[in-house]
Protein backbone atom coordinates (compact mmCIF):
# COMPACT_ATOMS: atom_id res chain seq x y z
CA UNK A 1 0.00 0.00 0.00
CA UNK A 2 2.67 2.46 0.55
CA UNK A 3 3.81 2.40 -2.87
CA UNK A 4 0.67 3.60 -4.22
CA UNK A 5 0.33 7.32 -4.68
CA UNK A 6 -1.64 9.47 -2.00
CA UNK A 7 -4.15 10.31 -3.99
CA UNK A 8 -5.24 6.55 -4.85
CA UNK A 9 -5.05 5.50 -1.10
CA UNK A 10 -7.33 8.51 0.05
CA UNK A 11 -9.79 7.34 -2.84
CA UNK A 12 -9.49 3.71 -1.69
CA UNK A 13 -10.35 4.92 1.75
CA UNK A 14 -13.13 6.75 0.74
CA UNK A 15 -13.97 3.43 -1.37
CA UNK A 16 -13.74 1.33 2.03
CA UNK A 17 -15.83 3.83 3.85
CA UNK A 18 -18.81 3.75 1.34
CA UNK A 19 -19.04 -0.36 1.22
CA UNK A 20 -18.68 0.24 5.04
CA UNK A 21 -21.64 2.04 5.31
CA UNK A 22 -23.72 0.24 1.91
CA UNK A 23 -22.85 -2.84 3.73
CA UNK A 24 -24.26 -1.94 7.46
CA UNK A 25 -27.19 -0.22 6.46
CA UNK A 26 -27.96 -3.13 3.99
CA UNK A 27 -27.82 -5.72 6.72
CA UNK A 28 -29.86 -4.23 9.44
CA UNK A 29 -32.50 -2.62 6.92
CA UNK A 30 -33.37 -6.50 5.62
CA UNK A 31 -33.58 -7.39 8.75
CA UNK A 32 -36.46 -5.43 9.01
CA UNK A 33 -37.89 -5.44 5.18
CA UNK A 34 -39.98 -8.20 6.68
CA UNK A 35 -42.11 -6.76 8.81
CA UNK A 36 -45.38 -5.26 7.12
CA UNK A 37 -45.62 -2.52 9.86
CA UNK A 38 -42.01 -1.05 10.07
CA UNK A 39 -42.06 -1.31 5.79
CA UNK A 40 -45.34 0.50 5.55
CA UNK A 41 -44.37 3.59 8.26
CA UNK A 42 -40.99 4.01 7.00
CA UNK A 43 -40.47 7.57 6.14
CA UNK A 44 -36.86 6.73 4.72
CA UNK A 45 -37.86 4.37 1.97
CA UNK A 46 -40.68 6.89 1.02
CA UNK A 47 -38.29 8.63 -1.48
CA UNK A 48 -37.91 7.14 -4.57
CA UNK A 49 -34.33 7.38 -4.66
CA UNK A 50 -33.98 6.31 -1.81
CA UNK A 51 -35.98 3.37 -2.11
CA UNK A 52 -34.26 2.24 -5.33
CA UNK A 53 -30.75 2.32 -3.57
CA UNK A 54 -31.79 0.11 -0.79
CA UNK A 55 -33.66 -2.34 -3.03
CA UNK A 56 -30.03 -2.86 -4.79
CA UNK A 57 -28.20 -3.38 -1.79
CA UNK A 58 -30.49 -5.77 0.27
CA UNK A 59 -30.41 -8.36 -3.01
CA UNK A 60 -28.75 -11.07 -2.05
CA UNK A 61 -25.52 -10.92 -4.86
CA UNK A 62 -25.23 -7.64 -3.29
CA UNK A 63 -25.18 -8.32 0.49
CA UNK A 64 -22.38 -11.53 -0.22
CA UNK A 65 -20.25 -9.58 -2.33
CA UNK A 66 -20.31 -6.58 0.71
CA UNK A 67 -19.88 -9.41 3.12
CA UNK A 68 -16.91 -11.27 1.26
CA UNK A 69 -15.24 -8.05 0.91
CA UNK A 70 -14.60 -7.34 4.26
CA UNK A 71 -13.80 -10.56 5.35
CA UNK A 72 -11.55 -11.27 2.99
CA UNK A 73 -10.01 -7.51 4.26
CA UNK A 74 -10.56 -9.20 7.84
CA UNK A 75 -8.52 -12.41 7.04
CA UNK A 76 -5.53 -10.58 5.14
CA UNK A 77 -5.21 -8.09 8.39
CA UNK A 78 -5.19 -11.53 10.78
CA UNK A 79 -2.52 -13.06 8.37
CA UNK A 80 -0.42 -10.13 8.39
CA UNK A 81 -1.09 -9.15 12.27
CA UNK A 82 -0.10 -12.90 12.96
CA UNK A 83 3.18 -12.47 10.66
CA UNK A 84 4.30 -9.17 12.60
CA UNK A 85 3.54 -11.23 15.95
CA UNK A 86 5.89 -13.57 13.96
CA UNK A 87 8.50 -11.29 12.80
CA UNK A 88 8.52 -9.57 16.44
CA UNK A 89 9.60 -12.39 18.33
CA UNK A 90 12.75 -13.55 16.23
CA UNK A 91 15.88 -12.40 17.44
CA UNK A 92 17.57 -8.78 16.61
CA UNK A 93 13.26 -7.73 16.42
CA UNK A 94 12.82 -4.05 17.22
CA UNK A 95 9.57 -3.78 19.70
CA UNK A 96 9.78 0.14 20.19
CA UNK A 97 7.71 0.55 23.62
CA UNK A 98 8.54 -2.77 25.00
CA UNK A 99 11.93 -1.65 24.96
CA UNK A 100 11.10 0.95 27.52
CA UNK A 101 9.31 -1.91 30.14
CA UNK A 102 12.07 -4.36 29.54
CA UNK A 103 14.57 -2.18 30.80
CA UNK A 104 12.71 -1.02 33.66
CA UNK A 105 12.64 -4.26 35.11
CA UNK A 106 15.87 -5.27 34.34
CA UNK A 107 17.00 -2.30 36.42
CA UNK A 108 14.63 -2.95 39.61
CA UNK A 109 16.28 -6.73 39.63
CA UNK A 110 19.42 -5.16 39.84
CA UNK A 111 18.79 -2.83 42.33
CA UNK A 112 18.87 0.18 40.14
CA UNK A 113 16.56 3.26 40.13
CA UNK A 114 14.99 3.82 37.18
CA UNK A 115 13.23 7.11 37.69
CA UNK A 116 16.67 8.67 37.61
CA UNK A 117 16.83 9.94 34.12
CA UNK A 118 20.65 9.82 33.30
CA UNK A 119 20.71 6.68 34.56
CA UNK A 120 17.61 4.96 32.94
CA UNK A 121 18.83 6.18 29.71
CA UNK A 122 22.77 4.85 30.10
CA UNK A 123 21.07 1.78 31.26
CA UNK A 124 18.99 1.63 28.39
CA UNK A 125 21.67 2.29 25.34
CA UNK A 126 23.69 -1.43 26.93
CA UNK A 127 20.62 -3.19 26.91
CA UNK A 128 18.69 -2.98 23.80
CA UNK A 129 18.10 -0.88 20.86
CA UNK A 130 19.28 2.54 21.49
CA UNK A 131 17.44 4.39 18.79
CA UNK A 132 14.60 7.35 20.65
CA UNK A 133 16.58 6.44 23.89
CA UNK A 134 14.50 8.24 26.85
CA UNK A 135 13.48 8.76 30.17
CA UNK A 136 10.78 6.19 32.13
CA UNK A 137 7.95 8.28 32.56
CA UNK A 138 5.05 5.46 33.37
CA UNK A 139 3.61 5.36 37.36
CA UNK A 140 5.33 3.01 39.58
CA UNK A 141 2.09 0.49 39.59
CA UNK A 142 2.98 -0.23 36.44
CA UNK A 143 6.33 -2.15 38.23
CA UNK A 144 4.41 -5.19 39.48
CA UNK A 145 3.42 -6.35 35.98
CA UNK A 146 6.35 -6.01 33.87
CA UNK A 147 8.91 -7.09 36.32
CA UNK A 148 8.75 -10.88 35.32
CA UNK A 149 9.82 -9.66 32.17
CA UNK A 150 13.40 -9.19 33.41
CA UNK A 151 13.91 -13.10 34.69
CA UNK A 152 13.80 -13.24 30.59
CA UNK A 153 16.17 -12.58 28.01
CA UNK A 154 15.17 -9.94 25.34
CA UNK A 155 14.11 -13.09 23.43
CA UNK A 156 11.77 -14.87 25.68
CA UNK A 157 10.71 -11.68 27.06
CA UNK A 158 9.52 -9.97 23.63
CA UNK A 159 8.13 -13.40 22.51
CA UNK A 160 5.56 -13.09 26.38
CA UNK A 161 5.04 -9.69 25.30
CA UNK A 162 3.92 -10.06 21.67
CA UNK A 163 1.64 -13.63 23.02
CA UNK A 164 0.04 -10.90 25.68
CA UNK A 165 -0.96 -8.15 23.31
CA UNK A 166 -2.64 -10.95 20.69
CA UNK A 167 -4.61 -12.16 23.65
CA UNK A 168 -5.34 -8.56 24.62
CA UNK A 169 -6.75 -8.06 21.22
CA UNK A 170 -9.00 -11.26 21.59
CA UNK A 171 -10.44 -10.12 24.71
CA UNK A 172 -10.94 -6.73 23.91
CA UNK A 173 -13.11 -8.02 20.52
CA UNK A 174 -14.76 -10.43 22.73
CA UNK A 175 -15.36 -7.83 25.06
CA UNK A 176 -16.97 -5.13 22.78
CA UNK A 177 -19.24 -8.07 21.21
CA UNK A 178 -20.88 -8.10 24.57
CA UNK A 179 -21.52 -4.86 24.62
CA UNK A 180 -23.72 -5.04 20.85
CA UNK A 181 -27.55 -5.02 22.11
CA UNK A 182 -28.36 -7.25 19.50
CA UNK A 183 -29.15 -11.51 19.84
CA UNK A 184 -28.43 -12.38 16.87
CA UNK A 185 -25.13 -13.92 15.61
CA UNK A 186 -25.21 -12.06 12.51
CA UNK A 187 -24.53 -8.65 14.30
CA UNK A 188 -22.16 -10.52 16.47
CA UNK A 189 -20.20 -11.54 13.80
CA UNK A 190 -20.22 -8.23 11.97
CA UNK A 191 -19.51 -6.70 15.20
CA UNK A 192 -16.51 -9.12 15.51
CA UNK A 193 -15.25 -8.02 12.00
CA UNK A 194 -15.68 -4.20 13.02
CA UNK A 195 -13.81 -4.07 16.19
CA UNK A 196 -10.83 -6.17 15.18
CA UNK A 197 -10.28 -3.63 12.21
CA UNK A 198 -10.70 -0.45 14.89
CA UNK A 199 -8.48 -2.17 17.14
CA UNK A 200 -5.42 -0.85 14.94
CA UNK A 201 -3.92 -4.21 15.53
CA UNK A 202 -1.63 -4.23 13.07
CA UNK A 203 -0.24 -1.00 13.84
CA UNK A 204 -0.09 -1.33 17.60
CA UNK A 205 1.64 -4.52 17.64
CA UNK A 206 4.66 -2.59 15.55
CA UNK A 207 4.43 0.14 18.39
CA UNK A 208 4.75 -2.52 20.97
CA UNK A 209 2.75 -0.63 23.57
CA UNK A 210 0.81 -1.23 26.51
CA UNK A 211 -2.46 0.44 25.69
CA UNK A 212 -3.79 -2.73 24.22
CA UNK A 213 -3.83 -4.51 27.54
CA UNK A 214 -4.77 -1.47 28.84
CA UNK A 215 -7.71 -1.01 26.40
CA UNK A 216 -8.87 -4.80 27.15
CA UNK A 217 -9.13 -3.81 31.31
CA UNK A 218 -11.06 -0.88 30.58
CA UNK A 219 -13.30 -2.44 28.10
CA UNK A 220 -14.13 -5.55 30.44
CA UNK A 221 -14.48 -3.14 33.53
CA UNK A 222 -17.39 -1.70 31.79
CA UNK A 223 -19.16 -5.20 30.90
CA UNK A 224 -17.79 -6.10 34.21
CA UNK A 225 -20.14 -2.97 35.45
CA UNK A 226 -22.64 -3.37 33.19
CA UNK A 227 -23.69 -6.53 35.12
CA UNK A 228 -23.35 -5.06 38.22
CA UNK A 229 -20.18 -7.14 39.28
CA UNK A 230 -19.04 -3.92 40.96
CA UNK A 231 -15.78 -5.34 42.98
CA UNK A 232 -14.23 -7.18 39.60
CA UNK A 233 -14.91 -3.92 37.61
CA UNK A 234 -12.80 -1.71 40.07
CA UNK A 235 -10.01 -3.98 40.14
CA UNK A 236 -9.90 -4.28 36.50
CA UNK A 237 -9.74 -0.56 36.12
CA UNK A 238 -7.73 0.17 39.03
CA UNK A 239 -4.92 -2.44 36.97
CA UNK A 240 -5.71 0.22 34.08
CA UNK A 241 -4.13 2.64 36.22
CA UNK A 242 -0.77 1.75 35.14
CA UNK A 243 -1.66 4.09 32.07
CA UNK A 244 -3.89 7.01 33.53
CA UNK A 245 -3.62 8.84 30.15
CA UNK A 246 -6.25 6.07 28.82
CA UNK A 247 -8.27 5.30 32.80
CA UNK A 248 -8.37 8.24 34.08
CA UNK A 249 -11.50 9.54 32.64
CA UNK A 250 -13.34 6.08 32.95
CA UNK A 251 -12.67 6.56 36.97
CA UNK A 252 -14.02 9.89 37.22
CA UNK A 253 -16.91 9.06 35.29
CA UNK A 254 -18.22 5.86 37.04
CA UNK A 255 -17.43 8.35 40.22
CA UNK A 256 -20.39 10.66 38.21
CA UNK A 257 -22.18 7.37 37.92
CA UNK A 258 -22.01 7.19 41.87
CA UNK A 259 -20.73 3.82 41.30
CA UNK A 260 -19.01 4.51 44.57
CA UNK A 261 -18.09 0.53 45.55
CA UNK A 262 -16.61 0.23 41.97
CA UNK A 263 -14.43 3.53 42.35
CA UNK A 264 -13.30 3.05 45.73
CA UNK A 265 -11.87 -0.95 44.85
CA UNK A 266 -10.45 0.53 41.61
CA UNK A 267 -9.07 3.47 43.78
CA UNK A 268 -7.17 0.43 46.45
CA UNK A 269 -5.90 -1.85 43.45
CA UNK A 270 -4.28 1.27 42.09
CA UNK A 271 -3.17 2.80 45.68
CA UNK A 272 -1.42 -0.62 46.49
CA UNK A 273 0.16 -1.39 43.08
CA UNK A 274 1.66 2.40 43.35
CA UNK A 275 2.79 1.04 47.08
CA UNK A 276 4.77 -2.18 45.87
CA UNK A 277 5.87 -0.34 42.83
CA UNK A 278 8.01 2.24 45.02
CA UNK A 279 9.12 -0.20 46.99
CA UNK A 280 10.58 -2.29 44.14
CA UNK A 281 12.41 0.91 42.67
CA UNK A 282 13.79 2.06 46.34
CA UNK A 283 11.65 5.50 45.95
CA UNK A 284 9.96 7.50 48.37
CA UNK A 285 7.06 9.55 47.28
CA UNK A 286 8.79 13.35 47.39
CA UNK A 287 11.77 11.66 45.84
CA UNK A 288 9.67 9.61 42.95
CA UNK A 289 8.20 12.91 42.14
CA UNK A 290 11.23 14.64 42.26
CA UNK A 291 12.45 12.31 40.01
CA UNK A 292 9.44 12.00 37.33
CA UNK A 293 9.45 15.80 36.87
CA UNK A 294 12.61 15.67 35.52
CA UNK A 295 11.69 12.59 33.11
CA UNK A 296 8.98 13.97 32.41
CA UNK A 297 10.34 16.88 31.15
CA UNK A 298 13.39 15.63 28.98
CA UNK A 299 10.37 13.15 27.63
CA UNK A 300 8.39 15.96 25.64
CA UNK A 301 11.64 17.68 24.60
CA UNK A 302 12.19 14.54 22.33
CA UNK A 303 11.38 14.90 18.64
CA UNK A 304 9.28 11.71 19.12
CA UNK A 305 6.77 13.09 21.65
CA UNK A 306 6.79 17.21 21.06
CA UNK A 307 3.55 18.61 20.02
CA UNK A 308 5.72 20.80 17.56
CA UNK A 309 7.78 17.74 16.10
CA UNK A 310 6.12 14.90 16.22
CA UNK A 311 4.59 13.09 13.40
CA UNK A 312 3.12 10.37 15.32
CA UNK A 313 0.72 11.99 17.67
CA UNK A 314 -2.89 11.47 17.12
CA UNK A 315 -3.99 13.82 20.04
CA UNK A 316 -5.71 17.16 19.61
CA UNK A 317 -3.49 19.32 21.40
CA UNK A 318 -0.76 18.87 17.75
CA UNK A 319 -3.77 20.31 15.88
CA UNK A 320 -2.65 24.37 17.06
CA UNK A 321 1.51 23.48 16.87
CA UNK A 322 0.42 21.64 12.80
CA UNK A 323 -1.63 25.00 11.71
CA UNK A 324 0.86 27.49 13.06
CA UNK A 325 4.08 26.44 12.77
CA UNK A 326 5.69 29.56 13.17
CA UNK A 327 4.07 30.62 16.11
CA UNK A 328 4.00 28.96 19.76
CA UNK A 329 1.30 31.42 21.31
CA UNK A 330 -1.59 30.65 18.56
CA UNK A 331 -0.65 27.13 18.45
CA UNK A 332 -1.00 26.92 22.19
CA UNK A 333 -4.26 28.74 22.07
CA UNK A 334 -5.80 27.12 19.16
CA UNK A 335 -4.94 23.30 20.83
CA UNK A 336 -6.13 24.56 24.00
CA UNK A 337 -9.20 26.11 22.95
CA UNK A 338 -10.29 23.03 21.02
CA UNK A 339 -9.59 20.58 23.57
CA UNK A 340 -12.01 22.75 26.31
CA UNK A 341 -14.32 23.05 24.05
CA UNK A 342 -14.96 19.33 23.30
CA UNK A 343 -14.21 18.52 26.91
CA UNK A 344 -16.77 21.20 27.87
CA UNK A 345 -19.24 19.75 25.18
CA UNK A 346 -19.24 16.15 26.67
CA UNK A 347 -19.60 17.06 29.67
CA UNK A 348 -22.33 19.02 29.02
CA UNK A 349 -24.09 16.03 27.27
CA UNK A 350 -23.40 13.71 29.90
CA UNK A 351 -24.91 16.17 32.48
CA UNK A 352 -27.80 16.38 30.31
CA UNK A 353 -28.68 13.08 30.21
CA UNK A 354 -28.06 12.30 33.74
CA UNK A 355 -30.82 15.15 35.07
CA UNK A 356 -33.53 11.82 34.42
CA UNK A 357 -33.10 10.05 37.70
CA UNK A 358 -33.31 6.99 35.16
CA UNK A 359 -30.25 7.86 33.97
CA UNK A 360 -28.19 7.82 37.46
CA UNK A 361 -26.84 4.57 37.24
CA UNK A 362 -27.47 3.59 33.62
CA UNK A 363 -23.51 2.77 31.93
CA UNK A 364 -24.61 4.33 28.52
CA UNK A 365 -22.39 3.09 25.28
CA UNK A 366 -23.14 7.28 23.92
CA UNK A 367 -21.12 7.82 27.36
CA UNK A 368 -18.70 5.69 27.46
CA UNK A 369 -17.40 6.33 23.87
CA UNK A 370 -17.22 9.87 24.24
CA UNK A 371 -15.09 9.04 27.46
CA UNK A 372 -13.12 7.04 25.09
CA UNK A 373 -12.64 9.74 22.31
CA UNK A 374 -11.96 12.12 25.50
CA UNK A 375 -9.13 9.83 26.62
CA UNK A 376 -7.39 10.15 23.17
CA UNK A 377 -7.75 14.29 22.41
CA UNK A 378 -7.33 15.60 25.65
CA UNK A 379 -3.46 14.38 26.17
CA UNK A 380 -0.80 13.06 24.63
CA UNK A 381 -1.38 9.79 22.23
CA UNK A 382 -0.15 7.74 20.05
CA UNK A 383 -1.60 5.58 17.31
CA UNK A 384 -1.70 2.51 19.61
CA UNK A 385 -4.06 4.44 22.17
CA UNK A 386 -6.95 4.22 19.22
CA UNK A 387 -7.56 0.72 20.14
CA UNK A 388 -9.96 2.41 23.28
CA UNK A 389 -11.77 3.69 20.13
CA UNK A 390 -13.14 0.25 19.40
CA UNK A 391 -15.97 1.50 21.98
CA UNK A 392 -17.39 3.84 19.42
CA UNK A 393 -17.54 1.05 16.67
CA UNK A 394 -19.70 -0.70 19.24
CA UNK A 395 -21.49 2.93 19.67
CA UNK A 396 -22.13 3.12 15.48
CA UNK A 397 -23.83 -0.57 15.46
CA UNK A 398 -25.69 0.22 18.61
CA UNK A 399 -27.45 2.93 17.23
CA UNK A 400 -27.94 1.76 13.81
CA UNK A 401 -29.77 -0.82 15.20
CA UNK A 402 -31.78 1.26 17.16
CA UNK A 403 -32.87 3.57 14.55
CA UNK A 404 -33.94 1.15 11.94
CA UNK A 405 -35.45 -0.75 14.82
CA UNK A 406 -37.40 1.78 15.79
CA UNK A 407 -37.90 3.10 12.79
CA UNK A 408 -36.36 6.75 13.26
CA UNK A 409 -34.05 6.71 10.41
CA UNK A 410 -33.69 10.08 8.48
CA UNK A 411 -30.83 11.32 5.94
CA UNK A 412 -30.07 13.86 8.91
CA UNK A 413 -29.00 10.64 10.94
CA UNK A 414 -27.18 9.34 8.18
CA UNK A 415 -25.35 11.84 7.48
CA UNK A 416 -24.39 12.30 10.80
CA UNK A 417 -23.82 8.88 11.50
CA UNK A 418 -21.81 8.24 8.27
CA UNK A 419 -19.35 11.16 8.81
CA UNK A 420 -18.86 9.95 12.36
CA UNK A 421 -17.86 6.32 10.82
CA UNK A 422 -15.51 7.81 8.65
CA UNK A 423 -13.20 9.80 11.31
CA UNK A 424 -13.67 6.21 13.29
CA UNK A 425 -12.21 4.56 9.41
CA UNK A 426 -9.19 6.91 9.81
CA UNK A 427 -8.60 5.26 12.99
CA UNK A 428 -8.80 1.68 11.89
CA UNK A 429 -5.83 -0.51 10.54
CA UNK A 430 -7.29 0.39 7.52
CA UNK A 431 -7.06 3.90 7.52
CA UNK A 432 -3.31 3.53 9.31
CA UNK A 433 -2.34 1.07 6.56
CA UNK A 434 -3.34 3.71 3.98
CA UNK A 435 -2.29 7.03 5.69
CA UNK A 436 0.84 6.70 8.04
CA UNK A 437 3.45 6.65 4.92
CA UNK A 438 2.16 10.03 4.33
CA UNK A 439 2.70 11.19 8.17
CA UNK A 440 6.78 10.48 7.82
CA UNK A 441 8.78 13.52 7.34
CA UNK A 442 8.41 14.41 3.63
CA UNK A 443 11.62 14.91 1.19
CA UNK A 444 9.60 17.03 -0.97
CA UNK A 445 9.88 20.95 -1.75
CA UNK A 446 9.29 22.30 2.13
CA UNK A 447 5.91 24.34 0.94
CA UNK A 448 4.83 20.87 -0.18
CA UNK A 449 6.03 19.28 3.08
CA UNK A 450 4.19 21.70 5.12
CA UNK A 451 0.91 20.80 3.56
CA UNK A 452 1.43 17.64 4.23
CA UNK A 453 2.68 18.11 7.98
CA UNK A 454 -0.69 20.58 7.74
CA UNK A 455 -3.23 17.69 6.40
CA UNK A 456 -2.22 14.10 6.14
CA UNK A 457 0.17 13.99 9.22
CA UNK A 458 -2.77 15.52 11.79
CA UNK A 459 -5.43 13.66 9.89
CA UNK A 460 -5.92 11.56 12.59
CA UNK A 461 -5.99 14.40 14.94
CA UNK A 462 -8.63 15.96 13.03
CA UNK A 463 -10.46 12.77 13.33
CA UNK A 464 -11.22 12.73 16.35
CA UNK A 465 -12.05 15.76 16.84
CA UNK A 466 -14.50 15.34 14.32
CA UNK A 467 -15.59 11.87 15.80
CA UNK A 468 -16.79 13.33 19.26
CA UNK A 469 -18.66 16.06 17.58
CA UNK A 470 -20.47 13.72 15.31
CA UNK A 471 -21.57 11.10 18.14
CA UNK A 472 -21.99 14.22 20.28
CA UNK A 473 -24.87 15.18 17.70
CA UNK A 474 -26.27 11.68 17.61
CA UNK A 475 -26.38 10.97 21.30
CA UNK A 476 -28.11 14.60 21.66
CA UNK A 477 -30.57 13.33 18.50
CA UNK A 478 -31.28 10.06 20.54
CA UNK A 479 -31.52 11.83 23.80
CA UNK A 480 -34.14 14.21 22.36
CA UNK A 481 -36.06 11.60 21.14
CA UNK A 482 -36.29 9.38 23.71
CA UNK A 483 -37.34 12.80 25.88
CA UNK A 484 -40.17 13.16 23.53
CA UNK A 485 -41.39 9.72 23.50
CA UNK A 486 -41.46 9.77 27.05
CA UNK A 487 -43.73 12.82 27.53
CA UNK A 488 -45.78 11.42 24.91
CA UNK A 489 -46.18 8.20 26.93
CA UNK A 490 -46.84 10.29 29.97
CA UNK A 491 -49.23 12.63 28.51
CA UNK A 492 -51.53 9.39 27.21
Keep these: MSNLPLYLRVLLLFVIWIMTIALLLATVIKEQLGNAEWRNNSGFLNHPLRRKVINFLVRSGVTFGLKLFFII ?23 SDFRWYYVASKMVLEGLNLYQPETFVNYFIQVVTPRNAMPFVYPPNIIPLILPLGYFSSYYASTIWVIANLLAIIL ?41 IVSALVIWSIVQAKKGR ?98 IIMAKLTSNLIVIIASCLICFYIYRRNKSIRFVKEISLSEISLIACLSVLYTYSQGSNSSILVLCGVFFINELLTVVKNNNLTLQWISLWSGGFFCLLIHTSIGYNLLTPAWK ?25 GLSFFILAIAHLSLNKAKDELLVGNEN
Excluded at 74 to 94: D, E, R, S
Excluded at 196 to 205: C, D, E, I, P, R
Aim: charged letters at 10%; glycine letters at 8%.
Design 172 to 212: SIWGSVHLIDSPRKNWQVIGAIICFLVYGTTYSLIVGNIAL
Design 73 to 95: ITLWFIVQTLLKAYKLTQPGAFL
Design 230 to 327: SILAGILLGISAIKPTLAVLFILYFLFKRRFKLVIVCGMTAVIMTGIGLVMTGNSIPEFIHLYKQGYELFFQHFYNAPNKSYGRIDAVVIGYRLFTNN
Design 441 to 465: PSTSPISLSLIYKQTIAASPSYAIV
